[in-house]
Nanobody
Framework: QVQLVESGGGLVQAGGSLRLSCAAS??????????MGWFRQAPWKGREPVAA????????YYADDVKGRFTISRDNAKKMVYLQMNSLKPEDTAVFYC?????????????????????WGQGTQVTVSS
């Protein structure tokens, strides 16, 4: 089965930056045919979408509170997805997860939902101090 592994989290002061990586491996997953997404879950809260990028990289989604600060990108040759996070705020503190769209070559204008994504990784902790 497909496996996704997140990395790059850590402890950073407000205003700092982190770059998260998500590596895909295994299964018969055609990485270049799927939208990939980043989600986060703060303590005692539900998992919420942060950013998503279409199979070709032509379309992106960002949650309102991260626009202008976060940038999602992908490298299909390396089967990698990245999330560059700048100007981090304490409210960004959460476990960050990556996942793939359930459907191939699919892009929607609606907010990405957790039920539309599968193959969740184990997550990487991001902690932003004030």
């Amino acid at each position: 089965q497909v496996q996704l592994v997140e990395s790059g989290g850590g402890l950073v002061q407000a205003g700092g930056s982190l770059r998260l990586s998500c590596a895909a491996s295994g299964g018969t997953f055609m990485f270049s045919r799927y939208t990939m997404g980043w989600f986060r879950q703060a303590p005692w809260k539900g998992r919420e979408p942060v950013a998503a990028i279409s199979w070709s990289g032509d379309n992106t989604y960002y949650a309102d509170d991260v626009k202008g600060r976060f940038t999602i990108s992908r490298d299909n040759a390396k089967k990698m997805v990245y999330l560059q996070m700048n100007s981090l705020k304490p409210e960004d503190t959460a476990v960050f997860y990556c996942a793939r769209d359930l459907y191939a070559i699919h892009w929607s204008t609606v907010v990405p939902g957790t039920n539309d994504f599968i193959s969740w990784g184990q997550g990487t902790q991001v902690t932003v101090s004030s």
